[in-house]
Structure formats: structure tokens, C-alpha cells
């Protein structure tokens, strides 16, 4: 079983910037894909962006260019920096993992989610 905890929400500025994390832990395995996912109310829940045991990674069009996903894996922790943020980029954003495909469906494991509000 894995547990994931995002943190780094909050409030900010169109414009500005976030950093979102996402602690794993429990019994898990570090070659697992981890995943951002992104909810806006009245939504559905969308992918944000995806990175491999590898640091091989993917992004939705929509965040390609001001996004930018990494991990640590010593540290069991993956990141999603936000730059540039735009209205639209608010929803509660979910850290997501528990398989093995960059391109695949989401994995079994969610986290609780974090609220990122874009506003001036």
C-alpha cells in the first residue's frame, strides 16, 4: 500500500508561480509512474503531467512550456513546478501513481489533493 501527500497549494497571482509536492510512502515501488492530475469543479479529472522512475516525462498541452514535473526518488518525492499561471490552471490538483506506463491509465493510489487558486 502507498500513501501520497501533496502539499504547496495555496493562492497566487496570474503570473506567478507554485510549487507542488508529493510524498510517498508506505510500500511501494520507485519504478512506479507518478502522475499530476487536475480537477476544476464541474470537471472532470484531467492529467497534468506524468515522469517515469527515468525522469522520462509527459504534459498536457495545456502546460507544456510553463510546467515542469521532477522527482527525487532518494527522497521518495516527486514535484510539479508552475510557472506562469493562468486562472484556468485553478482546480485541486492530485498526485497519482501506482503503474507503470507513461501513457497509460492512472494508477490505483490518489492522493487527497491540494487547492490551487489562480486570482488577482
Known amino acids: 500500500q502507498v500513501q501520497l501527500v501533496e502539499s504547496g497549494g495555496g493562492l497566487v497571482q496570474p503570473g506567478g508561480s507554485l510549487r507542488l509536492s508529493c510524498a510517498a510512502s508506505?510500500?511501494?515501488?520507485?519504478?512506479?509512474?507518478v502522475g499530476w492530475y487536475r480537477q476544476a469543479p464541474g470537471n472532470q479529472r484531467d492529467l497534468v503531467a506524468r515522469?517515469?522512475?527515468?525522469?522520462?516525462?509527459t504534459y498536457a498541452d495545456s502546460v507544456k512550456g510553463r510546467f515542469t514535473i521532477s522527482r527525487n526518488n532518494a527522497k521518495n518525492t516527486v514535484y510539479l513546478q508552475m510557472n506562469s499561471l493562468k486562472p484556468e490552471d485553478t482546480a485541486v490538483y492530485y498526485c497519482?501513481?501506482?503503474?507503470?506506463?507513461?501513457?497509460?491509465?492512472?494508477?490505483?493510489?490518489w492522493g487527497q489533493g491540494t487547492q490551487v487558486t489562480v486570482s488577482s
Open positions: 508506505g510500500v511501494g515501488d520507485n519504478l512506479y509512474v
Open positions: 515522469i517515469t522512475s527515468g525522469a522520462t516525462t
Open positions: 497519482n501513481s501506482g503503474q507503470y506506463s507513461l501513457f497509460g491509465p492512472p494508477g490505483k493510489y
